[in-house]
Structure formats: C-alpha cells, structure tokens
C-alpha cells in the first residue's frame, strides 16, 4: 500500500532532550515536507526537499533540522525541544504533478 | 508573501443539504489542492486544479478554479455525515512547482444526521 509512515504517533518528552521524528515513503517521490498544525495557525511548513541531499527552509524552520540522505527518508530533528514546539506534526511526499500524501501524524508535547 | 483565505470558518449543515466552501487566494494559483482531514489525523488528497476555470469532480465533491486563478470553490452535494471534517485549499505559489505549500487555515464542517 502507498503510504507514508511516520513514528511515533504520541511522544511527550521534557524540554532540552533530543529528539528524532521519522518519516518514511514507499511511493518513491522526489519531494518531501515537514508541516506542523497549531489550532488558529493551520499548516505550517518546516522544512521541504526537493530531493536527495537537496533540502530547504520553510517558514518555521527555527529549532529544527532534517536530512535526506536517502530518497524515502525524511526525518525531523529537534535538537533541543521546547514547550513551544509542542504541536501536531505531517510528514507529506509527492511527486511532480500530483498533491502531497500526507502521514499520520505526531503529537508531541514538551513539557 | 501569499496567503490563502478560507470561508466560511466553519458550518454545520443538516444532512442532504448541499454546501460551498471557498479558497481565495492573494495572488495568482499555480496549482491547487483541496485536502479533507478528520480531527487530529492526517490529510486526506481530493482533487487537484491547475487550469483557470477547470473543474473536477469526485463522488459528491465539485471543486473548480476560477478563470483569473485566484480563487476555488468546493461544493458538496447532499451531505452526508461521512463528510465531516475539516477542509484545507492548498496552493504552491511557485510557477515553476517548488512543493513549497501554503495552506488555508481550514473549514470546520458538521453535517447533522
């Protein structure tokens, strides 16, 4: 089944503590994207890739990293967490003419 | 920057009734999408527009994409509780299809049994 699977679903973690959000897809897209969903805020993107090893800021990049080294990897990185960043996460692939598939989403929360 | 406005904010309709959500955005659409999402879940692709006054349509849901691309509509005809949710537009604003999206912040609609 076409998907893209991100794990894991709940974390709650304490502030500082590193933390790493994967993100894989089976569909072999070239683009992939980290959006983050705050209530009043709707979607925002985080980072996106075009392709191995070819990532971009998103409009709230702060605070995170990625990496693509792979074409069906795309994990989130919170190198120090903070309450802030407690928030529902998307992981979304796709290919050229054709619209994200989203993931399940995570739902962290930083305390 | 671009953005992209949603109306109404939310709805809660009685079943069979039909309804129209808009996505109006502030600059010109390259291409965009509407996505239906249940609460806390993930998002779920309907339909895809690229083409000044295009239209698709998939089982009860019609959504076109005005002549100037600067707005969409998607109409839903005789609602049924299985279409409950929220409905996001989004939109690249890139010509040349960066995959860098904006969203709409998302309609609420309820459809009363």
């Known amino acids: 089944e076409a998907q893209v699977t991100q794990n894991p679903r709940y974390l709650i973690t304490v502030t500082g503590k590193k933390l790493t959000v994967t993100c894989s897809q089976n569909?072999?897209?070239?683009?992939m994207s980290w959006y983050r969903q705050d209530p009043g805020l709707g979607l925002r993107q985080i980072y996106y890739?075009?392709?191995?090893?070819?990532?971009d800021k998103g409009d709230v990049p702060e605070g995170y990293k990625v990496s693509r080294k792979e074409k069906r990897n795309f994990p989130l990185i919170l190198e120090s967490p903070s309450p802030n960043q407690t928030s529902l996460y998307f992981c979304?692939?796709?290919?050229?003419?054709?619209?994200?598939?989203f993931g399940s989403g995570t739902r962290l929360t930083v305390v | 920057s671009q953005e992209l406005e949603q109306s109404p904010q939310s709805l809660i309709v009685q079943e069979g009734k039909n309804l129209t959500i808009n996505c109006t955005s502030s600059?010109?659409?390259?291409?965009l999408y509407w996505y239906k999402q249940k609460y806390g879940e993930g998002l779920i692709f309907l339909m895809m527009?690229?083409?000044?006054?295009e239209e698709k349509s998939h089982e009860k849901i019609t959504a076109k994409l005005d002549e100037k691309k600067q707005q969409s509509s998607l109409h839903i005809t005789a609602s049924q509780p299985s279409h409950a949710g929220i409905y996001l537009c989004?939109?690249?604003?890139?010509?040349?299809?960066?995959?860098?999206?904006?969203f709409g912040t998302g309609t609420r609609l309820k459809v009363l049994a």
């Open positions: 890739s075009m392709n191995v090893e070819v990532t």
């Open positions: 989004g939109a690249d604003p890139s010509s040349s299809g960066t995959y860098k999206y904006i």
């Open positions: 527009l690229q083409k000044g006054g």
């Open positions: 600059k010109t659409l390259y291409g």
């Open positions: 979304a692939s796709s290919t050229t003419g054709d619209g994200y598939t």
């Open positions: 569909m072999n897209h070239e683009y």
